[in-house]
């Protein structure tokens, strides 16, 4: 089992920065080989925005956040971050960090070349212009 918990959400202006965390606590067999970020807004779809390779560091981005959010992964304390800059009224949303799914688990949400089955409960993340 793995269980994700987000932190860093909040409110800022357009323009400013905040940075998202997520603790991956897991009981499973398999090791984490990839981790991510998506995003959704009332009434829309979940979109990914950002996934990392927790091996080599490969990173991923949706083209609406590349150059403005960096992903990275910390083994030592199984945290991954999102750091967001020049943020815009248009990134408000509610943001979910991801785990992959593991083998012998039910088909989970492709994106960015990893498959995840496990999420956190959400970061709340308001810009005001």
């Known amino acids: 089992q793995v269980q994700l918990a987000e932190s860093g959400g909040g409110s800022v202006q357009a323009g400013g920065s905040l940075r998202l965390s997520c603790v991956e606590s897991r009981t499973s067999i398999y090791e984490t080989e990839c981790m991510g970020w998506f995003r959704q807004t009332p009434g829309q779809e979940r979109e990914g925005i950002a996934t990392?390779?927790?091996?080599?560091?490969?990173?991923y981005y949706a083209d609406s956040v590349r150059g403005r959010f960096t992903v990275s992964h910390d083994r030592a304390k199984d945290t991954v971050y999102l750091q967001m800059n020049d943020l815009k009224a248009e990134d408000t949303a509610l943001y979910y960090c991801?785990?992959?799914?593991?083998?012998?688990?039910?088909?989970?949400?492709?994106?960015?070349?990893?498959?995840?089955?496990?999420w956190g409960q959400g970061a709340q993340v308001t810009v005001s212009s």
């Open positions: 990392i390779r927790t091996e080599d560091g490969n990173t």
């Open positions: 991801a785990s992959d799914r593991r083998p012998g688990e039910p088909p989970g949400t492709r994106w960015g070349e990893c498959t995840f089955g496990y």
